[in-house]
């Protein structure tokens, strides 16, 4: 009598399983880190791209400013517009950038706005402390293991 073999063995099915099951943790896995990677790239270009939106609306400002009041390394004051037209700066006509906590803050007339978050430190450097024609701004903005520093340089627009 011959004995003819319908399906398999006990070992084989449980084999089959856990190559499987490996198979498919493999595969998990890979998807897992891909999706780390994704969520943390995505950070950095969100990070970067408020900075370079900020730096841009900074640099834009100082162009149409009269004049740089009070120039100070960590904070910038401009003489933005000349409202009433009597060729002097009242407070409404002010605007000052400085940093509060990790947000950097446009304010004018009393009344600020984030530009950016995460920031580490806001420099500011003039091509003279007394009546200043040229500003250097620098940004540097941190979040986890990500440091970006971006760079606007601007001009005075009446200088």
Not at 58 to 86: G, Y
Not at 135 to 150: G, M, N, P, Q, R
Request: net charge negative; aromatic share 6%; no cysteine.
């Amino acid at each position: 009598m011959s004995r003819i073999s319908k399906g398999f063995t006990l070992v084989e099915v449980l084999l089959a399983s856990l190559l499987s099951g490996l198979l498919i943790v493999l595969v998990i896995s890979a998807y897992l880190a891909g999706a780390r990677l994704f969520e943390n790239e995505l950070s950095q270009s969100d990070l970067f791209w408020s900075g370079q939106q900020a730096a841009e609306t900074m640099a834009a400002r100082i162009r149409e400013s009269q004049a740089a009041t009070d120039p100070q390394s960590d904070r910038l004051t401009l003489w933005w517009r000349d409202l009433d037209n009597d060729a002097s700066a009242e407070a409404d006509e002010l605007l000052t950038y400085s940093v509060s906590g990790e947000s950097l803050l446009e304010t004018t007339g009393g009344t600020g706005r984030g530009l950016a978050r995460a920031v580490h430190s806001l420099v500011f450097s003039y091509d003279g402390l007394t009546d200043p024609k040229l500003v250097t701004a620098t940004l540097t903005l941190s979040s986890e293991s990500t440091v970006i520093t971006i760079e606007s340089v601007a001009r005075i627009r009446n200088q």
